[in-house]
């Protein structure tokens, strides 16, 4: 098959031979321009979140979404920026169910560097809440646990209250710290 002289199975121009050691560096420089090509943040192989029933009560409500830098205003519009100055590289989001009824949230941000993740809990109203033992820093609130370890901001919100809803999300903090350690 010829494409405009270019003799396609052959590697050759017209009137010309390829040496080997010119394929070789051919199919090396093929190679690396298309795994230069590949998303650094592909997430196919990227899992963050616990699956469901791993951790006991909690099972998966949907499917993994990535937020590019550019795009997270899609997600958090009115609160991207806050996120863009921090350092924001993407941000995955998953929704959980608690014991099938407790709808959940959970949003891992995924910062340049550690300080943007301190720079966003540090900002975060600290009324009504807890400091706890979970990752780097971590406060509970009703309804709510926000915490950080090197450059990860994960958030996770419960949408409906009970007296075990901030014992659950802890155990989903401790889980999804594990598998972020394991990353």
Same mark, same amino acid.
């Given at each position: 098959?010829?494409?405009?002289?270019?003799?396609?199975?052959?590697?050759?121009?017209?009137g010309?031979?390829?040496?080997?050691?010119? !394929?070789?560096?051919? #199919?090396?420089?093929?190679?690396?321009?298309? @795994? &230069?090509?590949?998303?650094s943040?592909? *997430?196919? /192989?990227?899992?963050?979140?616990?699956?469901?029933?791993?951790?006991?009560?909690?099972?998966?409500?949907?499917?993994?979404?990535?937020?590019?830098?550019?795009?997270?205003?899609?997600?958090?519009?009115?609160?991207?920026? !806050?996120?863009?100055? #921090?350092?924001?590289?993407?941000?995955?989001? @998953? &929704?959980?169910?608690?014991?099938?009824? *407790?709808? /959940?949230?959970?949003?891992?941000?995924?910062?340049?560097?550690?300080?943007?993740?301190?720079?966003?809990?540090?900002?975060?109203?600290s009324?009504?809440?807890?400091?706890?033992?979970?990752?780097?820093?971590?406060?509970?609130?009703?309804?709510?646990?926000?915490?950080?370890?090197?450059?990860? @901001?994960?958030?996770?919100?419960?949408?409906?209250?009970?007296?075990?809803?901030?014992?659950?999300l802890?155990?989903?903090?401790?889980?999804?710290?594990?598998?972020?350690?394991?990353?």
């Open positions: 098959m010829n494409l405009s002289g270019f003799a396609v199975n052959r590697l050759t121009w017209p010309q031979q390829l040496s080997p050691v010119a !394929r070789a560096v051919l #199919a090396a420089f093929t190679a690396l321009i298309m @795994l &230069s090509c590949r998303s943040s592909d *997430t196919t /192989a990227y899992r963050p979140f616990p699956q469901s029933n791993q951790i006991p009560g909690w099972s998966v409500a949907g499917e993994m979404r990535t937020f590019q830098a550019d795009n997270l205003w899609e997600y958090i519009d009115g609160d991207a920026d !806050r996120y863009l100055q #921090a350092g924001v590289d993407r941000t995955l989001a @998953l &929704s959980y169910l608690y014991q099938g009824k *407790t709808e /959940a949230q959970a949003d891992i941000y995924i910062m340049k560097s550690p300080d943007g993740a301190r720079k966003i809990l540090d900002a975060e109203p009324e009504g809440s807890r400091r706890i033992e979970l990752g780097e820093e971590a406060r509970l609130s009703p309804g709510s646990l926000v915490f950080r370890k090197g450059r990860y @901001l994960v958030r996770l919100t419960a949408f409906q209250e009970s007296p075990e809803v901030g014992e659950a802890m155990q989903l903090g401790r889980g999804i710290e594990k598998q972020l350690e394991a990353q």
